[in-house]
């Protein structure tokens, strides 16, 4: 899944692609490097991020949805917490409602989901981007994150989501410490993976690298990145949330060869 941001604030490509014409170039291009997927936001989830309007949100991104579609079949997702974007992209051409607050933010986020019979991507997060990262706190934190994301999965199935629909994501950086909760998260993976769901896993470029890297910029934890999405696919993920499209696949295709290897 490669990530096209049409937000002035994203983490780690904020501005890059708030005009239309970049951020379908952007698209284009991670399309013919290799994504299934591209997701498109217009309201960053990152740490301290101010939310956007669901007009501001509807304005940037049903063109860009609509222009991908016309030249691509490629799946789209939406990165939206607001039942009326995701309406309005799912009409657009999205097939994918991608949900950091796993259908909670809004009263009828259930209801529309299931009415629309689109794919949902329901993500752990501890409180909201505002303050997430104030003070979060865990017993054992992927057990919790496991029961949340099987609860929330059981209410849409309750609701009227198909079970062959749901996806589920741990939400690395959401409400977690870097260390003391994304690591332990992360090799915990296989827990999740385990609930019987296609998990995605969204690592790329995020705070935890960082740390480990002392000082090393967004754009230059692609190294870390890839590490976070090969230990993702040994754990058995189905996707990966990525920025660098190219060198993701390549990683994953070596990867996958080498492990397929003793068949051969
Ligand atoms: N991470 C971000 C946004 N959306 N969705 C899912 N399902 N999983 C994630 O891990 C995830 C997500 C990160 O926040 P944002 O500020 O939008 O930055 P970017 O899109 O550049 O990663």
Redesign the pocket.
Known sequence: MG?V?TTPD????GGRHLDPAAALAHARRLIAEGADIVDV?AE???PG?EPVPAEVEIERLIPLIAAIRADSAVAISV?TMKPTVARAAIAAGATIW?D?TALSHAADSLDVAAELGCEV?L?HMRGEPRTMQADPRYGDVTAEVAEFLAARATAAMAAGVARGKIWL?P???FGKHTTRHNLPLLAGLPVIVALGYPV?L?A??KGFIGVLDPGAPADQRIGGSIAAALHGAVSGVAAV?V?DVRETVQALAVWSAIAGADRL
Request: proline share 0%; no cysteine.
């Open positions: 990530i941001n994203s983490f780690s490509d936001g960053s989830t990152r991020a990165d991608n950091v991507v993500m994501d939400g690395i950086g995605l969204g790329s470029r949330r920025h």
